[in-house]
């Protein structure tokens, strides 16, 4: 991680090209995160953001952004803990990658970048039978609760420092989630390096920007994400730094899992065709804010796709819920409403004009969540993130 107030990116990170402009995105919320309803975060609390794109090597990137803003929040207010059995989807995708992909099956070490509380590496740790599992994760409430799942946590970013942490050399190394929050890209590849054998695997999961523009989605555009990959410029990013692509797969929320090992081998992969993400976002906000328009809403999910849909229409909902326990009695900063459990949402809404209000699940397990609104008994309209209807009004 750097230390630099801010930083300015014009060429790509990756291969030095030029940036050409990809998204703006005025007024975005900063916090991604609910927070206790009582804490108080000094403005801004809205800001202008922006992507470039190369057309060289196909990534997308923030040209600025403010590195000591995202430490406290990765620190201070970042991810929610849940409990076993809540937002499973991701998680089982990328154990199952790793299967298919064939990586990971007898390591004696492993180490996760950014390991949230633990639960993969633990789960990791338990089918392997590897004797050590080390993990490194900033935030505090989560490394917390890694600790009590019995792993050797590291309470930092990781990056070319991490030689001196005092580990034994790791045969496999992953991270879910976080090459797209990393400041210094350089670091990151000598922290690997640095604790890595000759023979260590190394597995990426990160949003898939061939996925995303394909299907007219800016989900992975926010504050937090400095970078969004596709599969060619993280191919590319590897093989600068010594590591060849073995396999990748997208999963069905639009993850890229990639597999990578030592090498200089390099493949020549398609650039996806990034034109058109801006007009297909104004699309989807004239859409949304017609569709919901004079609507009481609930909205099932209080994470980062929740808080960007209510800044995309310009509102929060009515009320607001998630199955995650430990998010009920918080709220996002700069919102009006705290968040209440499913069960009172639900109950709330069934007193008073059940007609008119709507469920909107605004998260990306809705797999996962339509089952519970149904064994709710919830009648009314159903609608995800996109608009799209999943169940009707009961009449």
Request: aromatic letters at 8%; hydrophobic letters at 45%.
């Amino acid at each position: 991680m750097s230390n630099d107030a801010t930083a300015d990116l014009k060429f790509c990170p990756i291969c030095r090209g030029v940036g050409q402009p990809l998204l703006s995105l005025p007024a975005q919320p900063i916090y991604q995160h609910p927070v206790p309803h009582n804490a108080v975060v000094p403005e801004p609390h809205l800001i202008d953001l922006g992507w470039d794109f190369c057309t060289e090597c196909a990534h997308a990137w923030q040209p600025e952004f403010d590195a000591r803003l995202l430490e406290n929040i990765y620190r201070s207010h970042y991810y929610t803990p849940a409990p076993e059995g809540i937002g499973m989807l991701f998680r089982n995708d990328f154990l199952a990658a790793l299967e298919a992909i064939g990586v990971g099956a007898t390591p004696r070490v492993l180490l996760e970048i950014g390991a949230s509380d633990g639960d993969v590496l633990a789960e990791l740790k338990r089918r392997t039978g590897a004797s050590l599992a080390y993990a490194f994760e900033p935030n505090r409430e989560n490394a917390a609760i890694a600790r009590q799942r019995g792993l050797d946590v590291r309470e930092s970013f990781f990056g070319a420092d991490a030689a001196g942490q005092g580990m034994e050399a790791v045969d496999l190394v992953y991270s879910r989630h976080v090459i797209e929050h990393v400041f210094d890209l350089e670091s990151f590849f000598g922290g690997l390096d640095a604790v890595a054998t000759p023979e260590a695997d190394l597995v990426l999961e990160t949003p898939s920007l061939d996925y995303h523009a394909l299907s007219g989605s800016i989900a992975p555009f926010h504050i937090e994400h400095l970078h969004v990959f596709a599969l060619r410029s993280l191919a590319l990013l590897a093989h600068i730094h010594h590591w060849e692509l073995k396999d990748s797969v997208v999963s069905s929320s639009g993850n890229l899992i990639a597999a990578f090992s030592r090498g200089t081998a390099s493949v020549d992969i398609p650039a996806p065709y990034l034109g058109g993400l801006q007009a297909t976002l104004e699309e989807q906000r004239a859409h949304l804010r017609e569709l919901f328009a004079g609507r009481r809403m609930i909205f099932w999910g209080a994470g980062s796709a929740g808080i960007g849909l209510a800044n995309t229409i310009g509102r929060e909902p009515d009320i607001w819920t998630d199955g995650n326990p430990n998010k009920i009695g918080k709220r996002f900063v700069g919102a009006m409403r705290r968040i209440v459990s499913p069960e009172n949402a639900l109950a709330q809404a069934a007193t008073r004009d059940r007609e008119e209000a709507i469920l909107v699940i605004a998260s990306s397990f809705a797999s996962e969540i339509l089952p519970q609104v149904q064994k709710f008994g919830w009648q009314g309209d159903v609608y995800n993130l996109t608009g799209t209807r999943l169940l009707a009004r009961q009449s």
